[in-house]
């Protein structure tokens, strides 16, 4: 069964169009992270709710924000989508300090 | 800020083999949590062993083990009787004892030639 749902796991957007993803998890987690992965490259954290607090990672660009609803829910909002902005855009969650679950990921194009 | 530094781009091994991927990592923290992530061409990123700092003893899950030296900030992977299922991208991943922030490091594409 799935535990943390990406939808959709293709968005094609484009150029400074605003686009939103969306994650949502099954497992009662208090902390969802947003990761940016480029090809070949890690996982980047761009920013995490613990609870309902917001947390932003100082070199995550303010074109992106994020929305949190919801224990379950959690959406990554890209104001104006770049060429750069194309990604695999990760989910995950995690309860305090135990391992962190993640989606299967959206991958972004931006045409 | 914390680093993880993985310096094995892409690593190869025989199946039925054993192979190391190593890992480094950077903190003036004294309690954290550190992680391999395996990544298969699926993409979704599923976790295949954790180590507290705290502990002195390795972490063991069936096949795959790890060498946690704390004082080099050295996390190794060990994978033994290597499988072609184990072939993938390996991320080590620092955490953060308060923070609940999780570092990945660039990740070591494992190879498992039959």
């Known amino acids: 069964d799935a535990m943390v749902i990406q939808n959709p796991r293709y968005q094609v957007t484009q150029f400074g169009k605003p686009v939103t993803l969306s994650c949502s998890q099954t497992?009662?987690?208090?902390?969802m992270y947003w990761y940016q992965q480029k090809s070949s490259q890690a996982p980047k954290l761009l920013f995490h709710y613990y609870d309902k607090d917001f947390n932003n990672e100082a070199d995550t660009p303010d074109n992106f924000q994020s929305r949190r609803p919801n224990t379950s829910f959690c959406f990554l909002d890209i104001r104006s989508p770049g060429l750069g902005d194309a990604a695999m855009y990760l989910c995950?969650?995690?309860?305090?300090?135990?391992?962190?679950?993640f989606g299967q990921g959206t991958r972004l194009t931006v045409v | 800020a914390q680093t993880v530094t993985q310096s094995q781009p892409e690593m190869s091994v025989q199946e039925a083999e054993t192979v190391t991927l190593s890992c480094t990592y950077d903190t003036s923290e004294s309690d954290y949590y550190l992680f391999w992530y395996k990544q298969p061409p699926s993409r979704q990123m599923i976790l295949v062993i954790r180590?507290?700092?705290?502990?002195?003893q390795n972490a063991t899950e069936n096949r795959f083990s790890v060498n946690f030296q704390k004082a080099a900030k050295s996390f190794s992977l060990k994978i033994s009787d290597s499988q072609l299922g184990d072939a993938a991208m390996y991320f080590c991943a620092y955490r953060t004892p308060a923070g609940n922030q999780f570092y990945f490091g660039t990740g070591t594409s494992l190879t498992v030639i039959p």
């Open positions: 995950a969650t995690s309860r305090d300090l135990n391992r962190a679950f």
């Open positions: 497992l009662n987690h208090n902390v």
């Open positions: 180590q507290e700092a705290y502990k002195q």
